[in-house]
């Protein structure tokens, strides 16, 4: 996002919002899979990202940096994903859900073999607490350093290195990766 000039944000609002609705436009598509990664249900995702937009829209005017305004709707966007991220399902729920938009790494050629390991990738990534799963989506899948997903999330930085290393070794073990 890209304003005119400094004189855009402070005296034409239109133009602060009809940019705003731009890149909202362009990455709404981006958005629904990054809530999709810490929501168990589309659905839920879909509110998550509804209700971010709407905060943001409402804050739009505090948004000084115009560079910042990808971090600053994803930080917006993971908050509520997690707010609204219902009680873990049990196993058996999560095994039903099926695989989301995680991908695997390898390509698998069987479509059922594909799917088995979409489905046990799905309920190992699943299994993880909510600050790993956080860490992982907005690291590994969002493509933050790891000092942008330390200030998305809140957390020193040390914290977020921990999570991430404590969520890999966890995804390894469930997965029964030997490393």
């Known amino acids: 996002m890209r304003f005119e000039s400094s004189e855009a ?7 602060v919002d009809a940019e705003l609705a731009a890149f909202v436009r362009d990455h709404y598509p981006r958005l629904i899979r990054l809530a999709g990664q810490i929501c168990h249900e589309p659905r839920d995702a879909a509110d998550a990202v509804q209700n971010a937009l709407e905060q943001a829209w409402r804050r739009r005017g505090t948004l000084r940096d115009p560079a910042a305004v990808r971090p600053w709707l994803d930080r917006t966007v ?8 219902p009680r873990r399902p049990g196993l058996i729920g999560r095994f039903l859900a099926g695989p989301h938009e995680i991908d695997m790494s390898e390509t698998i050629a069987d479509p059922r073999a594909r799917h088995e390991a ?5 309920i190992a990534f699943d ?7 956080v860490a992982l989506v907005l690291h590994l899948y969002a493509g933050y350093t790891v000092e942008e997903t330390a200030s998305i999330v809140g957390a020193p930085i040390e914290t977020v290195r921990a999570r991430l290393r404590r969520g890999r070794a966890r995804l390894r073990s469930q997965l029964g990766e030997a490393r």
């Open 127 to 133: 299994a993880l607490g909510m600050d790993q799963r």
């Open 118 to 122: 979409d489905t046990e990738l799905r």
């Open 78 to 85: 993971v908050r509520e994903a997690i707010r609204l991220n």
């Open 9 to 15: 944000i402070d005296h034409g609002d239109h133009v």
